[in-house]
């Protein structure tokens, strides 16, 4: 228990960061730290495969791109625009919702009883295989066809015909 209350603060420490920092880098690898803690959420709460699809495809894959994304742009403080009136008046309105939104949130906050699972094997990669291969096997099969047939269209229309080249 005290293992998730310390994976817990480092998430929201973390995700203050993330907002609070001044390098749009920075902020994108505390991004990553903050998806990394709730990689090992998930492990708590005995659903790896969540965990594992977490850490691939947000931290490898979506996060990677938003880092250089950020680091190919030019992000001089000169070329930016000054904000007009209009801009500020909205993100006062913004926050000002989302400060209602969180007193809300904090009222209607109560203690809560923990949950037990009943079962262990709630949440495993294996039982989640056996359902995938066994009850959806067909709709599986398909989706993996039409998968196919997009990197066979991505890989024709991204070749040059050499005819056309010049």
Request: hydrophobic content about 60%; overall charge positive; aromatic content about 14%.
């Amino acid at each position: 228990m005290n293992t998730f209350y310390f994976i817990a603060f480092l998430s929201i420490f973390f995700s203050i960061l993330v907002i609070t920092a001044k390098n749009p880098v920075h902020s994108i690898l505390y991004l990553i730290l903050t998806f990394f803690t709730f990689t090992i959420h998930y492990i708590l709460l005995n659903a790896q495969f969540l965990a594992i699809v977490n850490f691939i495809v947000y931290m490898g894959a979506i996060l990677v791109l938003f880092l250089y994304t950020l680091m190919l742009m030019n992000l001089n403080k000169e070329s930016e625009q000054p904000k007009s009136n209009l801009i500020k008046f909205a993100a006062v309105i913004g926050g000002g919702c989302f400060l209602v939104t969180i007193v809300a949130a904090l009222k209607a906050f109560g203690a809560s009883n923990p949950v037990i699972l009943k079962d262990p094997n709630l949440g495993l990669v294996k039982n989640l295989g056996k359902v995938l291969f066994n009850e959806y096997l067909l709709p599986f099969e398909i989706s993996s066809v039409l998968l196919l047939s997009a990197m066979v269209g991505a890989v024709l229309l991204a070749t040059k015909d050499p005819k056309t080249a010049a």
